[in-house]
């Protein structure tokens, strides 16, 4: 058994891009801003502010979504799964990337300065979105058609 869940909570870092494949399915990239607040050990170290940034990945109705709803500076809670992958630069040197699939998405930042959007959206188009956060399963393959459940 095993299991690849990311849950983050944190602010957008700039707009999301969105581009639309040929078939038709929208893809949504933006940064996720998450922080580790500074402290101080008992033996009086100061372990400063830490920053992360990471690389969000949101499809289709989602990522429509985030188009029209998410913006820079907003917080977001983001669910999905950990992803990496390599490509060569225009120069032909291997880079690695590592993303988050989000597969569930809330808004956290507050409904006046979201300009009325629903607070929970989810990856899979719904016609009425509850207040509720709703998860989306893995696409899994369905091999025994005729169970009545």
Not at 12 to 19: S, T
Request: no cysteine.
């Amino acid at each position: 058994m095993s299991l690849n869940k990311v849950q983050l909570i944190g602010n957008v870092g700039k707009d999301p891009e969105v581009r639309y494949l040929d078939n038709g399915v929208a893809v949504a990239t933006f940064p996720l801003a998450t922080t580790d607040r500074a402290y101080t050990l008992t033996n009086g170290t100061q372990v400063p502010e830490r920053t992360e940034w990471h690389n969000i990945v949101l499809w289709r109705g989602l990522a429509e979504t985030a188009e029209k709803y998410v913006h820079k500076g907003d917080k977001l809670y983001i669910e999905g799964k950990i992803r990496s992958r390599s490509y060569d630069d225009q120069n032909g040197v291997k880079r690695y990337i590592v993303e988050i699939f989000g597969d569930n998405m809330e808004m956290l930042t507050p409904r006046q300065q979201q300009q009325g959007v629903q607070q929970s959206l989810t990856q899979a188009p719904q016609p009425n979105v509850s207040q509720q956060p709703v998860q989306q399963s893995p696409v899994q393959e369905d091999t025994t058609d005729d169970l009545p459940f």
